[in-house]
């Protein structure tokens, strides 16, 4: 954490992710430098300190929460004699074993293919510069170029896969703005509640765990709600700091269900000392995606944790911003269902026109 001073919460955070990939955290060990290490990231006092640690417990791998160029963990891996895996490729792991649609698997195999040719072409040219290219040619470059073929056909097809799913999703979603239903997605930092909150408003069994990214996929329901009718309520990929950028473009299909959203919640831990943070994170991303002016009512979640009461906050104009729940113990989810309806009033029922 490059003079990060909030460096313990992201060790938190990224002890959760590793858990969210199955693996059991055995230690963390934080190096505090200025700027990384050409060879090995990390210095070689924290070098020898976590080869020690490793050798001393029974660790199958090492997890960097930094991304690591192809030569830093051919070293790293080489000093531990273990496996070593970036922040990257563990994200991108943990998508893999998320996905559930044909649209997300779709999507993280083809941000792997992606990863995988970076690595490709920076191995080639660390190769390259290496041999100087004398008497060196052969087999070796000739299997390079043949991979980095094989994997450009490969991300080809997924593409066109792709896009014939995403014009599927695209008449789906006309349909439906056809009928005049609101839409509304919930957003929110990973670990907020959204796939429990999603849950306790439709009553349905979806998967809930103590991970980050138990939710991949957009999962979508049609609920029935006191003075606003029909909703469609969408639950979305959790947003996290630092997502490499080559996911948020792989994953941008996911999230234009979000920009397509009539209303948005957005999700917040009030029990997470580091909920301003990720206010602001998730906040940016919806920057990012275009979606930044569509109405939004903060839902605090988890209040049971904190000890608050259900509650609802107006602005100055009498517009509900805050929403106090609790998706576990589901309570002031009748006053997250009333807000919902006033906003349906707000927005206008003629939500389809409010779009085009
Ligand atoms: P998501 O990543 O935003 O979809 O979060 P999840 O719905 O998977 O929830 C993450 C964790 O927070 C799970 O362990 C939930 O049981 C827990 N959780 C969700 N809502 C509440 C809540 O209202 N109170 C408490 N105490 N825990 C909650």
Request: proline letters at 2%.
């Given at each position: 954490?490059?003079?990060?001073?909030?460096?313990?919460a992201?060790?938190?955070?990224?002890?959760?992710?590793?858990?969210g990939?199955?693996?059991?955290?055995v230690?963390?060990?934080?190096?505090?430098r200025d700027?990384?290490?050409?060879?090995?990231?990390?210095?070689?006092?924290?070098?020898?300190?976590?080869?020690?640690?490793?050798q001393s417990?029974?660790v199958?791998?090492?997890?960097?929460?930094?991304?690591?160029s192809?030569?830093?963990?051919r070293?790293?891996?080489?000093?531990?004699?273990?496996?070593?895996?970036d922040?990257?490729?563990?994200?991108?792991?943990?998508f893999?074993?998320?996905?559930?649609?044909?649209?997300?698997?779709?999507?993280?195999?083809?941000?792997?293919?992606?990863?995988?040719?970076?690595?490709l072409?920076?191995?080639?040219?660390?190769?390259?510069?290496?041999?100087g290219?004398?008497?060196?040619?052969?087999?070796?470059?000739?299997?390079?170029?043949?991979?980095?073929?094989?994997?450009?056909?490969?991300?080809?097809?997924?593409?066109?896969?792709?896009?014939?799913?995403?014009?599927?999703?695209?008449?789906?979603?006309?349909?439906?703005?056809r009928?005049?239903?609101?839409?509304?997605?919930?957003?929110?930092?990973?670990?907020?509640?959204?796939?429990?909150?999603?849950?306790?408003?439709?009553?349905?069994?979806?998967?809930?765990?103590?991970?980050?990214?138990?939710?991949?996929?957009?999962?979508?329901?049609?609920?029935?709600?006191?003075?606003?009718?029909?909703?469609?309520?969408?639950?979305?990929?959790?947003?996290?700091?630092?997502?490499?950028?080559?996911?948020?473009?792989?994953?941008?299909?996911?999230?234009?269900?979000?920009?397509?959203?009539d209303?948005?919640?957005?999700?917040?831990d009030?029990?997470?000392?580091?909920?301003?943070?990720?206010?602001?994170?998730?906040?940016?991303?919806?920057?990012e995606?275009?979606a930044?002016?569509?109405?939004?009512?903060?839902?605090?979640?988890?209040?049971?944790?904190?000890?608050?009461?259900?509650?609802?906050?107006?602005?100055?104009?009498?517009?509900?911003?805050?929403?106090?729940?609790?998706?576990?113990?589901?309570?002031?989810?009748?006053?997250?269902?009333?807000?919902?309806?006033?906003?349906?009033?707000?927005?206008g029922?003629?939500?389809?026109?409010?779009?085009?």
């Amino acid at each position: 954490n490059f003079g990060k001073p909030d460096y313990q919460a992201h060790a938190e955070e990224f002890e959760m992710l590793a858990k969210g990939a199955g693996a059991e955290v055995v230690a963390t060990v934080v190096a505090k430098r200025d700027k990384p290490d050409a060879a090995y990231f990390i210095g070689s006092g924290k070098l020898e300190e976590a080869v020690q640690l490793a050798q001393s417990s029974d660790v199958d791998i090492i997890l960097f929460d930094q991304a690591l160029s192809p030569a830093q963990q051919r070293n790293l891996e080489r000093a531990f004699n273990l496996r070593v895996v970036d922040r990257v490729a563990l994200i991108l792991d943990i998508f893999a074993l998320r996905a559930k649609s044909h649209e997300g698997k779709l999507q993280v195999e083809l941000a792997q293919l992606q990863h995988l040719m970076t690595r490709l072409t920076r191995m080639w040219t660390h190769l390259e510069r290496q041999r100087g290219g004398i008497g060196m040619r052969g087999p070796g470059e000739a299997q390079l170029e043949m991979d980095k073929r094989m994997i450009g056909d490969k991300v080809k097809v997924l593409r066109e896969r792709l896009s014939k799913v995403e014009r599927q999703r695209t008449t789906q979603r006309r349909s439906r703005a056809r009928g005049g239903t609101m839409s509304v997605s919930l957003v929110g930092y990973t670990n907020a509640g959204k796939s429990t909150l999603f849950n306790a408003l439709t009553r349905a069994g979806a998967y809930a765990a103590d991970q980050l990214f138990a939710t991949l996929d957009t999962t979508t329901r049609r609920i029935w709600i006191e003075g606003a009718g029909q909703v469609v309520v969408s639950d979305t990929v959790g947003f996290i700091r630092d997502l490499p950028t080559t996911l948020i473009a792989a994953f941008k299909a996911t999230l234009e269900e979000t920009v397509q959203a009539d209303l948005l919640l957005h999700v917040i831990d009030a029990s997470s000392p580091q909920r301003e943070e990720q206010i602001l994170e998730v906040n940016k991303v919806l920057e990012e995606i275009g979606a930044k002016d569509i109405p939004c009512i903060l839902v605090y979640n988890k209040i049971d944790a904190v000890g608050y009461e259900p509650k609802i906050e107006r602005n100055e104009e009498g517009r509900i911003v805050r929403v106090f729940v609790s998706a576990l113990d589901r309570t002031g989810l009748d006053g997250l269902r009333g807000a919902i309806a006033e906003a349906k009033e707000i927005i206008g029922n003629n939500v389809a026109s409010l779009k085009n």
